[in-house]
């Protein structure tokens, strides 16, 4: 800062322009070449790009996948290969060996050999070969109850995305309310300075007293004060926020107000009736909710089949020898009826859980739905009335502005006492708080509605 501007600020030159030029310099943002203003939106998508709750969600869509495809396999064959080794004089196990082997011969039925044959060695490989053919749609429903779980783990990721947006938008909501304040309070105590000077002047020429001096010093106190609070809560809501977006902590952040348009995009020109019906289509506990129905049906599938018996054609190809290089073939085929129960009612207490599922589920779904009712109509309500307020706010911080300059003007001139330029200094600082605030507001009721919509951030 040039000695003319702190001669001007000292109160030494006491003019009108030189409290135009401070504000001027203290409301400005600092010039960054290496540092990008951070809009709403840029933000929103940092947060969704690269949060590490949300990465962690994504992934559990490709684990519930996988496991969809698990559930799947089920349909097709299913191929052991077993390799193993024995050796022993234990005369079945000897005798079978042989057997096994092709390798019996007549001598082989002596009493004493039978009785205590040598040791033998056995090297066996068995490739099996089993398909389910039929088992009362029990696999069926299991693999659809599976890909029905990938189905919820997706409309949970897309919840947990539309909650990021929204609180995403509330801390860089909570990063412009502390910078704001910090920039008003700024620029407030260079002119409270400026005003301190002048009141010490004029006491000393016997117009002003030492109270009203006072209560000037009283001012600029209070407003370093808060320039010093409202610093240390930007410093926190910017911490917050690089969180959010997966940046490094102390990464510096300069966001920038989103203008009107942006904001007016949302509930524009549309009824409650139409807004209830997109939210039913699109919001992904609805859809949820829809799917959790889906799988309890599926689960009493499941239960159904229990009391149908199962069917499987089996096949294997036997390689046996008493030698690792030299051995027999054979095969065998087959085919498995297995029909179980229990004796205590399993079956049917299982039947009657998922009769009881299905109610359940459905009684959630309704719930859910109504939920979803109220929160679109506490949103647009609220983003109505947060719109009202930020019209409202931008014609108050005129008038507060007008009405300090008059204010000045007049105590400049004699007419106007201290307690009347601080009582405009405080209601410009409020005005403008208050704008900041329907700002923010806004902000955040259109985040909530488009979260309520269920409207892809």
Request: hydrophobic share 50%; with cysteine; aromatic share 4%.
């Amino acid at each position: 800062m040039s000695p003319n501007l702190q001669f001007c600020i000292s109160g030494i030159v006491d003019c009108s322009i030189c409290r135009i030029i401070v504000t001027v310099l203290v409301l400005a943002p600092l010039p960054s070449a290496a540092q990008e203003p951070l809009t709403l939106e840029g933000a929103v998508q940092a947060a969704l790009g690269h949060n590490a709750s949300l990465r962690a969600a994504r992934a559990g869509v490709d684990e519930a996948a996988a496991h969809a495809a698990e559930a799947r396999s089920g349909f097709f064959p299913r191929l052991s290969v077993t390799e193993s080794w024995q050796r022993g004089d234990e005369p079945v196990f000897v005798f079978s060996s042989l057997l096994s082997s092709r390798q019996f011969a007549a001598n082989n039925f002596a009493i004493d050999a039978l009785n205590h044959p040598s040791p033998t060695g056995f090297f066996r490989t068995t490739v099996g070969v089993e398909q389910l053919l039929f088992d009362g749609g029990r696999q069926r429903a299991a693999a659809a109850a599976a890909s029905l779980r990938r189905d919820v783990v997706e409309t949970t990721t897309d919840e947990a995305a539309a909650a990021l947006a929204l609180v995403t938008t509330e801390t860089f909501g909570q990063v412009m309310n502390a910078e704001a304040r910090r920039r008003a309070a700024d620029a407030g105590l260079a002119a409270a300075r400026e005003d301190l000077a002048r009141a010490e002047r004029r006491r000393d020429t016997g117009v002003a007293t030492d109270a009203d001096v006072l209560a000037l010093v009283v001012h600029v106190a209070d407003l370093q004060q808060r320039a010093i609070q409202s610093e240390g809560d930007a410093a926190t809501a910017r911490a917050e926020l690089n969180r959010l977006m997966g940046s490094p902590i102390d990464a510096a952040v300069q966001v920038v107000e989103p203008s009107s348009v942006a904001l007016d995009d949302v509930g524009e020109r549309l009824n409650v009736a139409t807004l209830l019906a997109e939210a039913d289509a699109a919001r992904p506990e609805l859809k949820r909710a829809v799917v959790a129905e889906e799988i309890a049906s599926a689960t009493q599938r499941q239960a159904r089949a229990a009391l149908i018996p199962r069917v499987a054609a089996q096949a294997a190809f036997d390689f046996s020898g008493t030698q690792f290089s030299d051995r027999a073939s054979a095969w065998i085929v087959g085919g498995e009826l297995r029909w179980t129960f229990s004796t205590g009612g399993a079956e049917l207490a299982g039947m009657k859980a998922s009769a009881a599922s299905i109610a359940r589920t459905r009684a959630e779904a309704d719930d859910a739905r109504a939920a979803v009712h109220v929160e679109v109509v506490s949103a647009l309500r609220r983003l109505e009335t947060a719109r009202a307020r930020r019209d409202a706010g931008r014609a108050a911080i005129d008038q507060a502005r007008e009405s300090q300059r008059i204010i000045r003007d007049r105590f400049e001139a004699g007419i106007a006492s201290v307690n009347d330029v601080l009582r405009a200094s405080t209601a410009l600082l409020d005005a403008d708080a208050n704008r900041v605030a329907s700002l923010i507001d806004t902000m955040v009721a259109t985040a909530m509605l488009r979260r309520a919509l269920g409207r892809t951030p």
